[in-house]
Structure formats: C-alpha cells, structure tokens
C-alpha cells in the first residue's frame, strides 16, 4: 500500500528557508486524482492545513501561510516538496506530509507519513 | 475559512463505557449534489501521526473498529466510542475537507477514568 516520508533537516535557523521533501512508494503519485499535502503540528497542539499540491502542479495554499509557502512536485521521482521562507520560532513543528483520496473518500487524508520535527533556531 | 468547534477538550470515561464527541463547524460541509458531509474524524496516539478513523461523516476506514461510529450532517458531528478499550487512548480530531483551507478542530484528549 502506499507509504508516504518526509526528509529534510531538522534545524533551522530563523529567517531562513525551511525545506522539507516527502517520498511516496507503493504507488504512483501520478496516478488516479489524489492529491498531496502538508499539514503542521507545534508541540503539544492542534493540526494546521499547510497546502496540497496535485500530480498536475495544481496547488492550493492556506491564505495564513501562503506568502511564504512553496509547495512543488517531481513526479518521476515520486516526490513532493515544500519550502516555508522567512521562518520563526513560531514555524517549530512537526511536520507532516498525507494523502487526499476524492475518489474513494472525498478526500480525506490517509495514509499520513511519520513526521518530521524543524526546530527554528538559532 | 470554515472554523471547527470540538466538545469537550478532555473526556474522561472508564473501560467499557460509550465516550461520545462532538464536533460543530462554522458552516455546513454538507455538499447537496452528493449529498455527502465532507467531515473525517483522525486518532492520533502519542508519538505517532494521525490515523483516519471515519470519512463522510459516518463511514468507517477499513480495518477500524466498529465500536467507533460517526454520525451527524450540515454543521454539527458526532464521534462515539461504543465501548472503550484501552487502547482507544488518544486525541481526537475532527476535519473538514469540504473548501480549502481544510481546517481541524483542536482536538479532544480521550483518558480513562
């Protein structure tokens, strides 16, 4: 089944540019309508939607995040990235990267990758 | 952008007994051509990511149990826990993926008592 993995390092220092890559095995990202995203989560808190990206290029971002968010796709390496620029110590969270499936779920997000902490720091 | 309301935060219930959630959104995630409700439920344990539970409101992802059941339409949800394990031990989340940005609630910290 497909398996989703973030990469990328765990420290960065503030007004930097985080940089985060997640790899998807067990099937094709190009594949079917699904779409690919990042979601956050700070120590000890709550969820935050960060964007999605399709196969396509197609991207959506959240408005509280968009001015410094980049998200892109490599579909030959069954890979998508995000890049969080100007990052502070409010950006220290868990990353993760997940799975929307409209078509069988109307795209609810399964499965989700392990996660990845960022600590911003100097 | 569709703000999601959970109760309680924290739930305390012992072994065996039904724990209920709900969760209430600021404006229906009901989508009338399908009429689907474009609302999952995720579990998170400790140190590990979310893992979906309920999509479309009611429907159970494979391989769950179905002592979890989702019901509710428009803009208010609930989650019920039939009879909890031990094991149910987590936080709970609900989501919308009706519009973007696709937003959660807080969470609600299910204990045993």
């Known amino acids: 089944q497909v398996q989703l993995q973030e990469s990328g390092p765990g420290l960065v220092k503030p007004s930097q540019t985080l940089s985060l890559t997640c790899t998807v095995s067990?099937?094709?990202?190009?594949?079917?309508?699904?779409?690919w995203n990042w979601i956050r989560q700070p120590a000890g808190k709550g969820l935050e939607w960060i964007g999605r990206i399709y196969a396509s290029g197609t991207i959506d971002y959240n408005p509280s995040l968009k001015s410094r968010v980049t998200m892109s796709v490599d579909t030959s390496k069954n890979q998508f990235s995000l890049k969080v620029n100007s990052v502070t110590a409010a950006d220290t969270a868990i990353y993760y990267c997940?799975?929307?499936?409209?078509?069988?779920?109307?795209?609810?997000?399964?499965?989700w990758g392990q996660g990845t902490l960022v600590t911003v720091s100097s | 952008d569709i703000v999601m309301t959970q109760s309680p935060d924290s739930l305390a219930v012992s072994l065996g007994e039904r724990a209920t959630i709900n969760c209430r959104s600021s404006?229906?995630?009901?989508?009338?051509?399908?009429?689907?409700?474009?609302l999952a439920w995720y579990q998170q344990k400790p140190g590990q990511p979310p893992r979906l539970l309920i999509y479309?409101?009611?429907t159970r992802e494979s391989g769950v149990p179905d002592r979890f059941s989702g019901s509710g339409s428009g803009t208010d949800f609930t989650l019920t826990i039939s009879s909890l394990q031990a094991e149910d031990v987590a936080v709970y989340y609900c989501q919308q993926y009706y519009s973007t940005p696709h937003t959660f609630g807080q969470g609600t910290k299910l204990e045993i008592k």
């Open positions: 067990g099937g094709s990202m190009s594949s079917g309508s699904d779409y």
């Open positions: 404006q229906s995630v009901l989508y009338s051509p399908n009429n689907k409700n474009y």
């Open positions: 479309w409101a009611s």
């Open positions: 997940a799975r929307g499936t409209p078509l069988t779920t109307g795209g609810a997000f399964d499965p």
